[in-house]
Structure formats: structure tokens, C-alpha cells
């Protein structure tokens, strides 16, 4: 039996997914795990678009990659896709979402993205695609959306997904009794 949740922090490339997990795992202790280096440590990429200049990620290659570590537990998971991962796996899923599109738009234009792979991302933020695609995998109730437009935003998102941390470590302490 786990001992501490799996947290999925997905979202649209820009939306604040790695500061979100990196705030997170130094105050809550749970394991920043970012997906795209799990990928690359351990050659889990099927090809590489031309088109959108970005690698393609072998799903069953990466689950493979994961399946002895993430059932144990205690791991915040860094990604910008949540509906591969087996529902048994995870505890929470939260959407991290920036409206405006022109702050999303600068922050993916001041990584360099080229227009093709920045206008695919920022429509699929205007159209809640990953929203939709989370709340297909999972539960609606462990999915979460938040705002992460403002640096304050994440301390005050930091504080909620603590909070819940904290109240499911309880939880399931008092279900083991």
C-alpha cells in the first residue's frame, strides 16, 4: 500500500508544469519525475516530427520504463499528457491552464518554439484539450484545473495541491490502522 500519492501536474507546454513540481518537491517532499527526461535517459522516442521539430514519444516504451517505480507512490509526475498513465497509478490529476493567450504565447515564443509547434499548442489551450483529455482518463473527481497565468499563482497552487498532499497522507494513515 502507498504511502504517498502520485500527482500529475500536465498542462500545455508554458503553463508553469516544471516550476509547479519544483516548488512543489522541495516543500512537500514527493518526487519531481519530468517525464520528457525520463524519455530521453531512457531512449523511449519512437521518431522525430519534422514538421513540429520535436521528438515522439514511444508510450509503451515509457510505461515500461515507469512501471516499477510510479505504483509505489510519491511521485509528482511533469508531463504535458496525463491519459496514458493506468488510472491505478495516479491519485490526482491537476490541469494547470493560462488564459491569456498572449502571456502562453510569449512564454513558448521566448523558448524558441517556431509557429507551427507554437500556434498547435496555444489553439489546444484555447480548446481545454488536455482538460478534456484528463477528465476522459480519469475520475472527475481527482481532476483539478488551475490557474497558472501570474507568479502568484503558483505559490497560492503550491498551497492547494500541499494542502490535498497532506489531507490524503491522513487519509490513507487512518485506513491502515
Known amino acids: 500500500m502507498r504511502t504517498s500519492p502520485n500527482v500529475i501536474i500536465t498542462g500545455t507546454p508554458g503553463v508553469g508544469k516544471t516550476v509547479h513540481c519544483e516548488q512543489l518537491a522541495q516543500e512537500i517532499g514527493l518526487k519531481h519525475l ?21 521528438w515522439v514519444v514511444d508510450e509503451d516504451k515509457l510505461l515500461d520504463a515507469l512501471e516499477d517505480e510510479i505504483p509505489d507512490g510519491g511521485y509528482l509526475i511533469d508531463w504535458h499528457a496525463c491519459d496514458l ?11 494547470l491552464r493560462c488564459p491569456t493567450t498572449d502571456v502562453l504565447y510569449d512564454r513558448l515564443s521566448s ?17 481545454g484539450v488536455l482538460s478534456d483529455e484528463a477528465r476522459e482518463a480519469f475520475d472527475e473527481e481527482i481532476v483539478v484545473e ?16 500541499a494542502q490535498w498532499v497532506d489531507s490524503w497522507k491522513q487519509s490513507h494513515a487512518q485506513n491502515a490502522d
Do not use: M
Not at 41 to 49: K, L, N, P, Q, T
Not at 146 to 155: F, G, I, P, T, Y
Open 111 to 127: 523558448r524558441g518554439y517556431h509557429e507551427k509547434k507554437l500556434e498547435e499548442n496555444v489553439d489546444a489551450e484555447i480548446f
Open 34 to 54: 519530468s517525464i520528457n527526461q525520463v524519455a530521453k535517459d531512457r531512449g523511449c522516442f519512437d521518431e522525430y516530427d519534422e514538421e513540429l521539430k520535436t
Open 146 to 161: 488551475l490557474n497558472s497565468e501570474q507568479d502568484a499563482d503558483v505559490d497560492s497552487n503550491c498551497q492547494r495541491i
Open 85 to 95: 498513465f493506468p488510472k491505478s497509478w495516479i491519485d490526482l490529476v491537476v490541469v
